[in-house]
Nanobody
């Protein structure tokens, strides 16, 4: 079992940066694939980024590649999402998720643990 708590959302202007954090409970954080997803109003939740157990492998949605960076600190049981060059299309509730497996997958159905979400709003 792992419990996830996101933080760091807020209201920013287009072009600004924002960093999200997700802290997990439990002693086995390092054995989970971690992912960030987002859900915009009226849209389905979509994959944003994922990171392997030790952070050696990452994967990004094409819409955020080159602007967002996912990282993790297993000593702090925390995964981060650094978001740069934000635009209004990035406005969404951002969720972190955990997957007890070896591969980074983009389907939300593959992730068994979810945080409550944090709102990110980007104004134009």
């Amino acid at each position: 079992q792992v419990q996830l708590v996101e933080s760091g959302g807020g209201l920013v202007q287009a072009g600004d940066s924002l960093s999200l954090s997700c802290t997990a409970s439990g002693r086995t954080f390092s054995s989970y694939i971690m992912g960030w997803f987002r859900q915009a109003p009226g849209k389905e939740r979509q994959f944003v980024a994922g990171i392997s157990w030790r952070g050696a492998s990452t994967y990004y949605a094409s819409s955020v590649k080159g602007r967002f960076t996912i990282s993790r600190d297993n000593a702090k049981n925390t995964v981060y999402l650094q978001m740069n060059s934000l635009n209004p299309e990035d406005t969404a509730v951002y969720y972190c998720a955990a997957r007890s497996a070896r591969l980074i997958l983009i389907s939300e159905d593959e992730y068994g643990y979810w945080g409550q979400g944090t709102q990110v709003t980007v104004s134009s």
